[in-house]
């Protein structure tokens, strides 16, 4: 059976209907940055969401190829996420898409180093012919957040978020967000094939206790 990072963590991955604060490890991720409306057809996201699968499925392979990885175990490829902020705005405002800022990432196993990357960048590159100068091997820490399971379209968001922000109120807690800790989603369903209705989203957002 192969490892599967949504079941071996489901604290992660797997939260309730209402907030819950938890502390996140640092992790290694492939990442691409950019800027722009996520929703734009053959746009700047949709092309990077590309370029991070075809590193991921490059290394997930890797063990059919005659490169060899330390400590390699079969695994699922984790899900797709997105760490998205705004200039001068707390959290996300959707009603302007088009100022969005992202780092789009997909985790990456404990036994993938730097080398092991490079290699699969390297690979996906001669096999596919995409542009990958912008993908990089991202450590992130995010360290003490709330978060909570959002059910249905990115639209609807605002109204998740707002019982965060009244749970963190109630328990003296604040939002944290800084020029590296951003409002943070994890795509539990694949909207190319799910009805908007029944996505669900993990909304994660970095938090610190409220000082009096």
């Given at each position: 059976m192969a490892f599967d990072f949504k079941k071996e963590f489901k604290e992660y991955y797997m939260p309730k209907n209402k907030p819950e604060i938890v502390t996140v490890p640092k992790a290694n991720y492939i990442a691409v940055r950019g800027k722009g409306n996520p929703n734009e057809e053959g746009g700047e996201y949709k092309q990077a969401v590309g370029i991070l699968y075809a590193i991921a499925y490059t290394l997930k392979m890797s063990?059919?190829?005659?490169?060899?990885?330390?400590?390699?175990?079969?695994?699922?490829?984790?899900?797709?996420?997105?760490?998205?902020?705004?200039?001068?705005?707390?959290?996300?405002?959707?009603?302007?898409?088009?100022?969005?800022?992202?780092?789009?990432?997909?985790?990456?196993?404990?036994?993938?180093?730097?080398?092991?990357?490079?290699?699969?960048?390297?690979?996906?590159?001669?096999?596919?012919?995409?542009?990958?100068?912008?993908?990089?091997?991202?450590?992130?820490?995010?360290?003490?957040?709330?978060?909570?399971?959002?059910?249905?379209?990115?639209?609807?968001?605002?109204?998740?978020?707002?019982?965060?922000?009244?749970?963190?109120?109630?328990?003296?807690?604040?939002?944290d967000f800084s020029n590296d800790r951003f409002h943070h989603e994890i795509y539990m369903s694949d909207a190319r094939k799910v009805a908007p209705e029944k996505w669900t989203t993990v909304i994660r957002h970095p938090i610190c206790k409220k000082s009096f």
């Open positions: 063990y059919k190829s005659d490169y060899k990885i330390e400590g390699f175990f079969e695994y699922v490829v984790p899900p797709l996420e997105g760490f998205w902020w705004q200039e001068g705005v707390d959290g996300c405002d959707y009603s302007i898409k088009a100022e969005f800022n992202w780092i789009s990432v997909i985790r990456l196993p404990d036994f993938v180093t730097k080398k092991d990357f490079d290699w699969a960048v390297e690979t996906a590159y001669a096999k596919k012919k995409m542009d990958c100068s912008r993908v990089e091997f991202l450590t992130i820490d995010e360290g003490l957040c709330v978060q909570i399971m959002h059910h249905g379209p990115f639209d609807d968001e605002p109204a998740t978020v707002a019982i965060m922000d009244k749970y963190l109120e109630d328990h003296g807690y604040r939002n």
